[in-house]
């Protein structure tokens, strides 16, 4: 794990606003099961799998490049046509900043979705309370 990932947990409370995100889905039908979903992607992640869907996400030094206005944005011209928010990764309970817009979200009315590898126990059950769905990814070594 590197510096800037572990630097990200245990420290001072952040706001939404301080959310890295690499990217943004305005609708999505397959990141939660039976949800019309948008899905917010954070920028980086603790592991280096060789088989990553997401490797442009996994370096923890890049900038987000979608601010936090821009999902409010998209989500107050979707109200009533969305379900959920989906955040996603690279590793989304790497960032102090994910318990406040998560908190945002639902206080917009959506209901709220993660998915994890579950890298920062103490993040996710810090966050836990703020989500109706977690979709948790098992990382293992291939058998041979």
């Known amino acids: 794990m590197g510096t800037t990932a572990e630097a990200h947990i245990g420290g001072p409370a952040a706001a939404a606003e301080d ?24 920028q980086g992640c603790p592991w280096d799998c060789g088989y990553c869907q997401n490797a442009a996400l996994i370096d923890c030094e890049l900038p987000g490049i979608v601010d936090w206005a821009g999902v409010v944005d998209l989500l107050g011209r979707r109200h009533g046509l969305l379900d959920a928010v989906v955040f996603s990764g690279g590793e989304a309970t790497r960032q102090n900043s994910l318990g406040p817009a998560m908190a945002e979200v639902r206080e917009m009315g959506f209901e709220v979705a993660l998915h994890t590898a579950g890298a920062y126990p103490r993040r996710l059950a810090e966050v836990l309370p703020l ?13 041979d």
Do not use: H, N, Y
């Open 19 to 42: 959310l890295q995100i690499a990217g943004l889905v305005p609708l999505s039908t397959v990141d939660w099961p039976g949800r019309l979903s948008a899905v917010v992607f954070t």
């Open 131 to 143: 989500v109706d769905w977690v979709g948790l990814d098992i990382k293992a070594l291939p058998e």
